[in-house]
């Protein structure tokens, strides 16, 4: 009896010695590439680079994209107020204001949107970095994304197709890539 409870001591042992390994060696994989949700930001209406995908691909509609106003303020009155302006007193329309970046946005470089069949990609390029500013995958999509000191990569995976987009600045200006697989 007493060498059955040593042998179920032992087992017991070994087996939450090696649950608890395995527990930190996934953890500290995991923890690594853990990310924020993505974020779906407007993209400024800047030309696209030359060559890019931007310029091949039309943008694709965003199921994230609300309206300016509140429905409530685009309504027109049944009858106009009565209010009557000096035509000296009246002043050519300003045109609208660009569009501010969202609060917690770190991005101060140029955007570089990338747009793919797969998603959407949006990095914030500086002379040596760059910073992932939002993923959005399209309908049918999954997205994983990867960062390093020196690159970031998001891969978005439909059954067995894979479209990756790389972004790079190891001893060079940040350089996005798209690489189909």
Not at 102 to 107: F, V
Request: proline share 15%; net charge positive.
């Amino acid at each position: 009896m007493r060498r059955g409870l040593l042998h179920t001591g032992a087992w017991l042992l070994a087996t939450g010695a090696a649950v608890t390994l395995s527990w930190w060696g996934v953890h500290t994989v995991m923890s690594g590439t853990a990310y924020d949700p993505p974020r779906a930001l407007p993209i400024p209406g800047a030309a696209p680079e030359r060559g890019s995908l931007a310029e091949v691909a039309p943008p694709q509609s965003s199921s994230t994209h609300r309206p300016s106003e509140p429905p409530a303020a685009r309504r027109t009155p049944s009858r106009p107020p009565e209010r009557r302006t000096p035509p000296a007193a009246r002043k050519s329309p300003k045109p609208p204001a660009p569009p501010s970046p969202p609060a917690g946005s770190s991005s101060s470089g140029r955007l570089k949107p990338v747009n793919t069949e797969a998603g959407r990609v949006l990095f914030s390029l500086e002379a040596d970095s760059a910073t992932l500013e939002s993923a959005t995958p399209n309908s049918g999509w999954a997205m994983q994304v990867w960062k390093n000191p020196s690159w970031i990569r998001v891969e978005f995976t439909a059954g067995t197709a894979r479209l990756s987009v790389f972004c790079s600045w190891h001893n060079h200006p940040p350089l996005v890539e798209v690489v189909k697989s």
